[in-house]
Nanobody, 121 residues
Framework: QVHLAESGGGSVQPGGSLTLSCGAS????????MGWYRQAPGKERELVAR???????EYLHSVRGRFTISRNNAMNLVYLQMDRLKPEDTAVYYC???????????????WGQGTQVTVSS
């Protein structure tokens, strides 16, 4: 009932920038939180940034000051502006949304398909 569409990945040189976008559609009563996770080969998936419905923002320490998360509540969109990218940022980035589908239902997690970000010289 809920679909996430991601875009914006690609290949850049160190120091470059990319902007990731994610839109949520379907049966959405409210969104409690939207965020971005990433996973490199052989490593666990880790939270990169998250923004809640109450406007609380959390960043992975290693991206703080370089990445900026933002959202458009009316359009159910979340963005991740990534600046001064480093090789260690290379990973598949996944959009994650905590959705309440109806007033009577509890929240459920939904995941995007992932978009590849590669940072290399």
């Amino acid at each position: 009932q809920v679909h996430l569409a991601e875009s914006g990945g690609g290949s850049v040189q160190p120091g470059g920038s990319l902007t990731l976008s994610c839109g949520a559609s379907g049966s959405i009563f409210s969104i409690n939180a939207m965020g971005w996770y990433r996973q490199a080969p052989g490593k666990e998936r880790e939270l990169v940034a998250r923004i809640t419905n109450g406007d609380s923002i959390e960043y992975l320490h290693s991206v703080r000051g370089r990445f900026t998360i933002s959202r458009n509540n009316a359009m159910n969109l979340v963005y991740l502006q990534m600046d001064r990218l480093k090789p260690e940022d290379t990973a598949v980035y996944y959009c994650n949304v905590l959705v309440v589908s109806t007033m009577a239902s509890g929240p459920h997690d939904y995941w995007g398909q992932g978009t590849q970000v590669t940072v290399s010289s």
